[in-house]
């Protein structure tokens, strides 16, 4: 059996683009499970730019997931995006997790925002001024939710969704410099943790599509810039054999994994 996941981030949606997506996803009902959002779905975090959100992603026949990025922090109005969100029967995760029972067994997700830190020798440590402190404790606390939510899930296939990315391969394309602030190696622990069958994420516009964690989980960048169509499609068996997961592009063209 077979449990297949859409996947879109980095939407950043207002007035000026609603409907972009729409036709696209009306198409998903009978073609797959559910649809995993990975965050910036918004341009600024606004309670206005969220009801677009949900104008565009609610009401679409199949369950959406989602987690906030760094852009529906901005202004301040997390609690009105969420709620707005969430009346238009979007789930939110935040260190959380939700199981859903699909025709191909039970898919768990579990999700967090996640933050930046970088990556095994170039990353941000626990010491120093306060200031740096609290970045990294930031980091960590987001990663040990994600984790927690992971191992939290009786399920026969899961997924780990974030907005910041787990691992750097993913970040091919992106200045290094800005690379602490893509992602962090916390996060690929997290999902190394559990038995994550695939890791999604977005936030890096320029970055690459495919990467794997250090314990072997595969991980997209989803993000809209990086894919550059409505959504990709993820085929998930209940092994994590290679010729039991593959994608699909939104056109129906079955690609291999690598």
């Not at 980091?139 to 787990?166: F, Q």
């Not at 599509?209 to 068996?237: C, D, M, W």
């Not at 593959?246 to 291999?256: C, Y």
């Amino acid at each position: 059996m077979v449990i297949r996941i859409a996947a879109v981030g980095d939407v950043h949606l207002d007035e000026d683009v609603l409907g972009r997506f729409r036709p696209a996803l009306e198409e998903l009902p009978g073609s797959v499970d559910a649809l995993l959002l990975a965050g910036d779905l918004t341009r600024h975090g606004t309670e206005a730019e969220a009801r677009c959100v949900a104008r565009e992603f609610g009401g679409l026949g199949v369950p959406v997931i989602a987690v906030l990025g760094n852009h529906d922090h901005h202004c301040d109005q997390v609690p009105q995006v969420i709620g707005t969100l969430e009346e238009a029967g979007i789930t939110v995760l935040e260190g959380a997790g939700v199981v859903l029972d699909c025709p191909g067994g039970r898919l768990g997700v579990a999700g967090v925002k996640g933050f930046g830190g970088g990556f095994a020798g170039r990353s941000a440590s626990d010491f120093g001024e306060p200031e740096m402190k609290a970045f990294v404790r930031t980091t960590t606390e987001s990663a040990d939710r994600l984790g927690e939510a992971l191992r939290s899930l009786d399920c026969d296939v899961l997924v780990a969704l974030t907005h910041y990315s787990p691992v750097p391969d993913t970040l091919a394309g992106e200045p290094l410099e800005i690379y602490p602030f893509l992602g962090c190696y916390q996060l690929g622990q997290a999902v190394d943790s559990a038995p994550t069958a695939l890791a999604l994420h977005g936030h890096a516009h320029h970055g690459s599509e495919r990467g794997t964690t250090p314990g072997g989980v595969r991980v997209r960048n989803v993000a809209h810039p990086v894919i550059k169509q409505a959504y990709s499609v993820f085929h998930l068996g209940d092994h994590l054999d290679q010729g039991e997961v593959s994608e699909v592009t939104a056109g129906g063209i079955q690609q291999p994994w690598s």
